[in-house]
Nanobody
C-alpha cells in the first residue's frame, strides 16, 4: 500500500526558507516519478516541481531559481527546498507519486497523494 506523508511546512517571513519532506512507503523511487503540487485558497492546484525515475527535474517558472526538488532513494524521501519565499507561495503543498515515467505537472497522471502540509509566508 502506497503512503505519502508530508512534513516541514510552517509559517515563515518573506525571504525565509523551508524544506518540505515527503516520506514514501510502498513505493520504490526507481519505479516511480514524484512531484510537488500546491493549492492556495480559491485557486486551482498547480505543479511546483517534478522529478522522474532517473532524476530528470522540472520546476515551475514561478519557483525556478528559488525551489529545488530532490530525492533520497535510499531513504525513500522526496524533498522540496524552498528559498526566498514570498507571500505568493502561501498554499497547501502536496506530494504525489505515479508509477513509471515522468509525469511532469499533469496531476491526473499521479495516482497517489499525501495529505498535504501548510506553508504560510507573511510579508
Amino acid at each position: 500500500q502506497v503512503q505519502l506523508v508530508e512534513s516541514g511546512g510552517g509559517s515563515v517571513q518573506a525571504g525565509g526558507s523551508l524544506r518540505l519532506s515527503c516520506a514514501a512507503s510502498g513505493v520504490s523511487f526507481s519505479g516511480y516519478s514524484m512531484a510537488w503540487f500546491r493549492q492556495a485558497p480559491g485557486k486551482m492546484r498547480e505543479g511546483v516541481a517534478a522529478i522522474g525515475r532517473y532524476g530528470t527535474t522540472l520546476h515551475a517558472d514561478s519557483v525556478k531559481g528559488r525551489f529545488t526538488i530532490s530525492k533520497d532513494s535510499a531513504e525513500n524521501t522526496l524533498y522540496l527546498q524552498m528559498n526566498s519565499l514570498s507571500p505568493e507561495d502561501t498554499a497547501m503543498y502536496y506530494c504525489a507519486a505515479k508509477i513509471g515515467g515522468y509525469g511532469a505537472f499533469f496531476s491526473d497522471q499521479y495516482s497517489f497523494w499525501g495529505q498535504g502540509t501548510q506553508v504560510t509566508v507573511s510579508s
